[in-house]
C-alpha cells in the first residue's frame, strides 16, 4: 500500500507493515520534550501514580528532553521555584537530555533539541509546546501536545490514541529572489491556507526550493505550520539531512531515509513557485493575515524583535547583521535579538555579527523565548507596534493586548530597522 | 445520553487564540486550581464576571471556527474549566481539542451554530437546540478515538487504568 512520510514513520513506530490516514494507533514516542512547563507535567505524572502503590518512575529517562527556555533566567520567584521542582525531578529520574541555565549548552527548545542531535529522521516526537512541529525539517513526525498527554507518555512510553493525519503536499519550485526566504515562503503558504487550513493534517514539503534549502530554512518551515493548524509539517529527510546532522549535530547517521510513496494518497496538493514571491508580511492579529510588503505601507515601528525558535538563527542573525552594519537603528525605535541558542550566540559573537548589530544600537538578549510570547522581558506599551521575526501575532502576544505585532522575515525586520517603518529590503544592500 | 441548558454568555469570533484565553504571561501559573483567575483576562468584562462568580456552572460560549488555536498551553483549558463553561464551537484547534478532552472540558463541535447572548442552548448527544430561536443544528461527534478518554473520565483516570494492567503483566 502507498503511504504518505507520517504515514510510514507511524507504521514504523507501530510495528505495522502499513497504516493509513484515519486509522488509531498507540505509536511509541522517540523523544519527549518539555519546557518550563514540566512543572505541570511533574504534577499530572504523580496524580496518575497517586494511590496506585507503584513507584514514581518514567518510562525511559534517556528520552526525555527538558530545556529551560520560556522566562530565562527566571524573571519571578513563581518561575525560580517551577524551575528547582523540575531540577530535582530530573536529578531524581536521572533525565539524561536536560538543558538547564547555561551559557554553554542552553538555549531555544526547538533550537536546542536538532543541534544536540537529539532530533533523528523517521522518528516520533512528542512537546509540550506548539511549535514541536519544528522538528519535521529533519523529516520526524513531530507534534505538540498538552502537559497531561505528556505525564501519559511519562507514564506508558507511547502516546494514545493517535489518528493518523492526512497530508497536503506542498510542491516547492523555484529560485528564492534576492531578498526573500523560507519565512516569506511560509507566511504566504499561512496566508493561503488560512488559519485552520490544514487543522488535524500534515504539511509535507516537496519540490527544488526545499531541496535546495538548508535545514535552517526548513526548521523555520516546519516550525511554523502549526500556524495553519497543521499537526505537523515535515520534509522528506534528504543529502541536506545527512549533512546537518553530521556538520552541525555531530551524529553520523548511517539509518533509512524514509521517503513518501510516489503515489502516496493526499488530501490536497498546494504548487508555489517562489521566483515570483514577494517579502510577505502577517499583520495584526492572525497569523494568517498576510499581505505582500508592497501593500503594508507606512506602518511605523516601536520595536523591532530579530529571535526565537522560527528566525533566530544564525542565517538570520547574518542577514541582519549585513544590513545593519555601519547603519543605526532609527531614533525612537528599540531593536532586540535574542538568539536561538547559545552556540548561535557564541558562533554570532566569532564571526562578527552580534557587535555589527550591538553597534547599530541593537539590544543583544540572552537565548530564550521570552518577549515571542511577552512572558520575560521586551514588553509593549499601549499604542506600540512591533515588528517581529516570531511566529504569532495574536492580539497581546507580546504581552500587551493595547499592541501590535506584524511578523516577517530577518531581512525585514533589519531593513525596518533602519527606517523606522515597514520596509522592503530587497535593495538594503 | 445526559442533557441539560446553557444560557450563552458570550459570542466569539473565529480563531480565538490560548493568548486569548490565557496570556502568556500567567504561564507560570500552572495548577488546575490557580489558573481560573487568568480566564480571558484581556477580555476584562467577562474576565470580571467569571471572578464575581456572575456566571454560573453550565454557561455557554458560543465561537466560530479553530477555537483555541496557537499555544499548546493546558492552562487554556483548565481555566475555562474551572468555571465549568462549555464551548461551542463552530471548529476546535487540534492540541486544544485534545486537552479538553484530556481534562474533561466540555466541548461541542457544532458547524452551523447561530445563537446570539442571553439565548439558552439545550445540548443534546446529537445536536444543539437553540430554545430561545426555536432552531436545532447538529453535533458533529467526537472521533471514537477520544470519545474513550472521555468515556474513562479523562486521561489520568484512562492512564492509571493502562498503568495498573501494565504493572500487573510484570
Sequence with gaps: MSMTLVEKILARATGQSAVKAGDVLEPKVDLAMSHENAALVINQFSEIYKDTGIPLKVWDPSKIAIIFDHRVPAESAKTATNQKKIRDFVGKQGVTKFHDIRGDEGGICHQVLPENGYVIPGSVIVGTDSHTTSHGALGTFAFGIGATEMASVWTLGTVLNVEVPGTIKVNVNGKFPVGVYPKDLILYLIGKLTAEGANFKVLEFHGEAIKNMSTSGRLTLSNMSVEAGATSGIVPPDEETVRYLKEEAGIDFKGELLKPDLDAKYDQVIEINVATLAPQIAKPHTVDNVKPISEVTNVKLNQIVIGSCTNGRLDDLEVAAKILKGKKVAKGVRMLVFPASWRIYKEALKRGYIADLMDAGAVIMNSNCGCCLGVHQGALADGDVSLSTTNRNFKGRQGNPNSEVYLCSAAVAAASAITGVITDPRGAN | ?170
Design chain 2, 1 to 170: 445520553m445526559s442533557h441539560h441548558t446553557s444560557k450563552v454568555v458570550a459570542i466569539m469570533t473565529n480563531d480565538i487564540s490560548t493568548d486569548i484565553i490565557y496570556p502568556g504571561r500567567f504561564m507560570a501559573t500552572v495548577l488546575p486550581t490557580e489558573t481560573p483567575q487568568y480566564c480571558f483576562a484581556d477580555m476584562t468584562e467577562l474576565n470580571k464576571r467569571l471572578k464575581n462568580k456572575e456566571i454560573p456552572p453550565n454557561s455557554a460560549i458560543v465561537a466560530g471556527a479553530n477555537f483555541g488555536c496557537g499555544s499548546s498551553r493546558e492552562q487554556a483549558v483548565s481555566t475555562i474549566k474551572g468555571h465549568e463553561i462549555v464551548i461551542v464551537a463552530k471548529g476546535f484547534a487540534r492540541i486544544f481539542l485534545q486537552n479538553s478532552v484530556n481534562l474533561g472540558l466540555k466541548t461541542v463541535v457544532c458547524p452551523t451554530i447561530e445563537a446570539a447572548e442571553g439565548d439558552e442552548l439545550e445540548i443534546l448527544s446529537d445536536k444543539v437546540v437553540n430554545v430561545t430561536k426555536g432552531k436545532s443544528f447538529p453535533i458533529e461527534p467526537l472521533p471514537q478515538a477520544r470519545q474513550a478518554i472521555v468515556d474513562a473520565g479523562g486521561l489520568i483516570a484512562y492512564t492509571r487504568k493502562r498503568l495498573l494492567e501494565k504493572t500487573e503483566k510484570k
